[in-house]
């Protein structure tokens, strides 16, 4: 399978904005700024806005991130992340989708949902909804999560151990397969009013799931979907995680803030894509990325100035402690990270160095934090529509990308932003679609067709007619 290229034959840029249903996501304390309407996360009319936005943009999706239990490791409390309102409150993305599906066409929508906490066959259900109610427009991003507060709050002492998550997943993603792509025959639903038969009974089968972690006997209990299995997210980052999406995974997140990182991470997940047994380009990969655009460049390196004054750098080392699981409290705002004794925080400034082009600065803790204030963990980019368009270019060129996953610094109008001036640009030099392909998410995204790929894992357990027949 190849990347998807424009109509000119140039390689497209894909985009999907990154959000979450909270106030803080990824820039802590620029809910403060005037023009900033995060407040609004618990209403409809701020959802459907967005919405709107991005299917006016011609973005491929809206990718919403989600984690359950609050930051609580930064001063082993919840509390600072109260304060800063870092991830917290925060509400279920799943009921987002419908309203947000209802003002557009196209547009898909990426919902990050845990495997620990909740059994499969109730999950399955609720997956196959959205993908009917969408016509097909959703995706899945499989967490095993990483926050301690969530596995204690969910009854348990803490997460399983790290590899066990991911082995735990396996099976959970494999009583999914079976549930939405095994039970249920494409013609299982006849709808036969003279014989008053709803649903053929010999159509629909049992999954006999029996497992390590799951015993699921019985039938799915909805209807083949428009996607059947939606599309399958992922942002594993480590070796186990990689190989969860060579197996599993048609879209996966990176977050390096360079881009010699991010060509290595890109050559790891496609090596663990074809050891899998899948081309290299059976997935999409995106990076993430903060965009802060203007008009010209001076008025976009203004906004970002301006935007710096409201980072809460108290709320970036929130995120960053529970991102790295150490307890930034510790140490001094204005401590050199030289004197901090852990080679985690130091690897990681190293790469903000690279980043941000001050590799020759004495990084302090406050700057660490004022440095994740603005986008978070990701790279950022600030210039006139031309050179944000060249610059994502070269990302791509030169990490193997195939898009972007955007992160806002206020919203909507980071957003909009990206739409009016750097979409056009793309679009221009024939890098970006301008106009949408039909169908759904998956095919969208790749071309050929509603459902999984043969070579997925999860295909083999679709029905087949020679099963069904015996032949």
């Known amino acids: 399978m190849s990347y998807p290229t424009t109509p000119s034959g140039h390689r497209e840029i894909l985009f999907n904005a990154f959000d979450m249903n909270c106030v803080v996501h990824q820039s802590p304390g620029l809910w403060r700024h005037p023009e900033d309407r995060a407040r609004d996360y618990n209403t409809l ?146 709808a036969d009013k003279e014989s008053g038969v709803f649903t053929d009974p010999t159509k629909v089968h049992r999954i006999e799931h029996q497992g390590e972690y ?88 203004a906004k970002y100035d301006d935007l710096t004054r409201y980072v809460d750098a108290e709320g970036g080392l929130v995120l960053m402690s529970g991102w790295m699981g150490i307890d930034l409290s510790h140490f001094d705002l204005d401590q050199p990270i030289g004197e901090v004794e852990s080679n985690a925080i130091q690897s990681t400034v190293e790469t903000f160095q690279k980043a941000s082009g001050r590799e020759d600065e004495v990084w302090t803790v406050r700057q660490l934090a004022e440095w994740v204030g603005v986008g978070g963990f990701g790279p950022v980019i600030i210039g006139d529509g031309p050179t944000v368009a060249q610059q994502l270019i070269e990302w791509q060129e030169e990490t193997d990308i195939d898009g972007f996953n955007l992160a806002y610094h206020i919203t909507p109008g980071t957003f909009e932003d990206i739409v009016e001036y750097v979409v056009p640009e793309l679009q221009g030099l024939g890098r970006y679609k301008t106009a949408y392909t039909p169908g759904t998410l998956r095919n969208k995204l790749f071309g050929q067709g509603d459902h999984l790929a043969e070579t997925h894992h999860g295909a083999r357990f679709q029905l087949r007619r020679s099963q069904l027949t015996g032949g």
Not at 48 to 62: K, M, P, S, V, Y
Not at 73 to 89: D, H, K, M, N, T
Request: charged share 20%; hydrophobic share 40%; aromatic share 10%.
């Open 45 to 190: 009319a701020y959802w459907t806005h967005i919405a709107r936005t991005l299917e006016n943009g011609l973005f491929d999706g809206l990718f919403i991130a989600d984690v359950l239990g609050p930051y609580d490791v930064f001063g082993a409390s919840p509390e600072a992340a109260l304060r800063s309102g870092a991830q917290i409150p925060l509400q279920d993305p799943f009921l987002l989708v419908s309203a947000m599906a209802a003002v557009t066409e196209n547009l898909g929508f990426g919902i990050t949902a845990g495997t620990a906490y909740e059994h499969p066959y109730a999950f399955s259900r609720r997956l196959g909804t959205l993908d009917h109610l969408t016509g097909g427009r959703v995706g899945w991003n499989v967490v095993t999560g990483y926050l301690p507060s969530a596995a204690q709050n969910m009854g348990q002492e803490d997460q399983m151990e790290h590899d066990q998550r991911y082995d735990h997943a396996d099976e959970y993603m494999d009583v999914v397969y079976k549930l939405l792509e095994g039970s249920w025959e494409d013609d299982a639903v006849v």
């Open 214 to 301: 799951f015993k699921t006997p019985g039938i799915g209990v909805v209807e083949p979907s428009p996607q059947r299995m939606p599309v399958v997210y992922q942002a594993g980052a480590s070796s186990r995680g990689r190989a969860f999406a060579g197996k599993h995974a048609e879209a996966v997140f990176i977050n390096p803030p360079t881009k010699e990182l991010a060509q290595a991470s890109v050559q790891r997940i496609r090596r663990a894509v074809a050891d899998a047994g899948r081309d290299p380009y059976d997935v999409r990969i995106f990076a993430m990325q903060t965009i802060v655009t203007g008009p010209d460049s001076t008025s976009a390196q």
